[in-house]
């Protein structure tokens, strides 16, 4: 196929064997007036679903995709940890349960009640853990963290359904071990947090 003179590179065939590179939003004089922001790219080597696609999309746009609960003393369903909330998505509302689907976590001292970042024990939110209602491990990676404001944390949940609820826990010398890179192995072969700036959050190193 040979490429337009103007315009898109359109009908190049599948992008895994084609010879040409891949653009994403402006990517040369060929192509003017694009207008917005790209945050989440990602490619996965498995098809989703209508429903996978959708609360992906919602719960990167929706503010309020992720309900919190107020912060509460003591440790829960865990020990060692000094501080707890809960996280609930009433707003997906779909019949499909996605499984090891990852959610963003916006945490922010003006989102949840009585959440502190000065009640951290290790630095960039070393000791914040998730847990699920099973009192399970998940998978999670800090995209950003600022302690004058909102930090975004990705959180890998195993069964999510409109009524799934998970537990942050934070405030702990020595917290389990998590490695990052599990929340992008289900089907993801590459992950660029981008947020419309630089510098690009590179996730791909998990694969």
Same mark, same amino acid.
């Given at each position: ?5 103007e ?8 992008p895994a @064997? ?6 994403l ?12 922001v790209?945050d ?8 989703r679903s209508?429903d ?10 929706e503010?309020?995709f992720?309900?919190f #609960?107020d912060?509460?003393?003591g440790?829960?369903?865990?020990t060692?940890y000094?501080?707890?909330? %809960?996280i ?8 499909e349960? !996605?499984?090891n689907f ?21 630095p ?6 998730? %847990? ?5 491990l998940?998978?999670?990676e800090?995209?950003t963290?600022?302690?004058d404001?909102?930090?975004m *944390? ?7 359904a409109?009524?799934?609820?998970? @537990? ?9 071990? *998590?490695?990052?890179? #599990? ?6 072969a590459a992950v660029?947090?981008m947020d419309?700036? !630089?510098p690009?959050? #590179?996730?791909t190193?998990?694969?």
């Open positions: 196929t040979s490429l337009p003179e315009g898109h590179y359109a009908g190049l065939g599948n @064997t084609s010879r040409y590179n891949l653009f939003g402006a990517g040369g004089h060929w192509w003017k007036g694009y207008s917005g790209i989440e790219f990602r490619i996965s080597s498995v098809a209508a996978w696609i959708r609360a992906t999309r919602d719960n990167v746009l503010e309020n992720a309900v #609960d912060t509460s003393a440790q829960g369903g865990w060692g000094s501080r707890s909330f %809960s609930s998505f009433p707003n997906y509302s779909e019949e349960t !996605l499984e990852p959610v963003p976590v916006r945490l922010s001292p003006s989102k949840i009640i009585g959440f502190d970042y000065g009640d951290l024990k290790l960039c939110g070393g000791d914040l853990r998730f %847990s699920d209602s099973d009192g399970n998940l998978a999670s800090i995209e963290w600022n302690e404001g909102e930090s *944390v990705w959180v890998s949940v195993p069964r999510f409109s009524g799934t609820k998970i @537990t942050a826990y934070y405030g702990n010398l020595h917290p389990h071990a *998590v490695d990052p890179r #599990d929340v992008w192995t289900n089907g993801f660029w947090h419309g700036k !630089l690009i959050k #590179d996730s190193g998990a694969f």
